[in-house]
């Protein structure tokens, strides 16, 4: 008994194979195309980073030396060394900024807190009514006893610390966790030359 001709219709749609390539690609190719652009933007902001690395240890040792003369500004010129070395990838006036802190104590000092000298409740952290040592000399208890905007004299501990916002270079695309701009950080800690631009 012949099939009736929706049966038989269903039946030869069932086995027919044209066009499945073209399917199973537009399932498949966003996600592949996704992940090859994917991997080039994470390769080139690796190489910004880097790059923001390399800047400021060849900043940090500029401002340490004498290389350069005694330079009277030297954060600005630390931040023309870094914006120079870093306009490749600046578009559109993308800000570049660097922040020093210095330190006294040596590299133990960096990242500590300034020490309590009476503490009241025993608790081993900075609670109002405390005693302090103002270290960096700004009138209250800091979490860090450097000096921030400090370029520190001879024999002081300086930590320079860059800000970048780098851009993807696949905009509005939904990579990075759709973030067009990639804020990144690079720091050094140099301790400066034992003697002074008069010697």
């Known amino acids: 008994m012949p099939l009736p001709l929706t049966a038989r219709f269903w039946k030869r749609l069932a086995a027919d194979q044209r066009g499945a390539y073209m399917v199973e690609f537009a399932i498949i190719a966003p996600v592949v195309i996704t992940l090859v652009l994917g991997t080039i933007d994470l390769g080139y902001l690796s190489y910004v980073r880097a790059t923001l690395e390399s800047v400021t240890r060849d900043a940090a040792r500029q401002a340490i030396t004498r290389t350069s003369g005694c330079m009277i500004d030297r954060s600005s010129t630390i931040e023309d060394i870094v914006k120079d070395s870093m306009k490749t990838f600046i578009d559109g006036g993308t800000p570049v900024s660097v922040t020093v802190r210095s ?97």
């Open 103 to 199: 330190y006294r104590g040596g590299f133990e000092s960096v990242g500590q807190p300034e020490p309590l000298i009476n503490d009241v409740n025993g608790n081993g952290q900075y609670d109002e009514g405390d005693s302090y040592e103002d270290i960096n000399g700004d009138g209250e208890w800091s979490p860090d006893q450097g000096t921030l905007g400090d370029l520190g004299g001879p024999g002081d501990v300086v930590v320079y610390t860059t800000n970048f916002q780098a851009q993807t270079l696949f905009l509005g695309l939904p990579l990075m966790f759709s973030q067009d701009i990639v804020n990144m950080r690079a720091s050094t800690v140099v301790r400066n030359e034992p003697y002074t631009c008069d010697e």
